[in-house]
């Protein structure tokens, strides 16, 4: 009973210890790409979100004026209509590319049936 009850003892911690690298050995595959224009897109939009959050704390205690609110209010809404606007491009461009993927992808099958009729007549 006392060497099981060691035993136990032992094991939790370890698993709590191990628990989470074992976890990010898992996840490594499915990790994006922190470098893409997307990443960084949404980190600049997490930083508007929190620097309104912030003025809008700072200001309902007293420590912001309301002109200096106003201030920062409109010049994160232009840096969100920027993010915006990145976003929609970014949005254009993947539809343009998938499209023009897909138009590929066509030529390819219709080569691929072009030839096997080819190569059927001459067997």
């Known amino acids: 009973m006392l060497v099981i009850l060691a035993v136990i003892i032992t094991i ?3 698993l709590i210890v191990l628990y989470p ?11 994006k790409d922190e470098s893409s224009i997307t990443a960084e897109l949404n ?3 997490d930083s508007i979100v929190a620097g309104l959050k912030t003025a809008e704390l700072e200001m309902s ?7 200096d609110y106003i201030w920062i209010k409109e010049t994160y809404a232009q840096e969100t209509a920027q993010i915006i606007q990145a ?7 993947e539809q343009e590319l998938m ?25």
């Not at 976003?87 to 461009?93: F, I, N, R, V, Y």
């Not at 023009?100 to 030839?115: C, D, F, H, M, N």
């Open 12 to 14: 939790v911690p370890a």
């Open 61 to 67: 205690i007293g420590n912001l004026s309301k002109d």
């Open 21 to 31: 690298l074992i976890k990010r050995l898992g996840l490594t595959e499915l990790m």
């Open 87 to 93: 976003m929609e491009l970014q949005d254009e461009e």
């Open 43 to 45: 980190r600049r939009w």
């Open 99 to 123: 499209a023009s993927l897909e138009k590929e992808i066509r030529k390819a099958k219709q080569l691929g049936s072009i030839q096997q009729v080819d190569g059927g007549d001459k067997i």
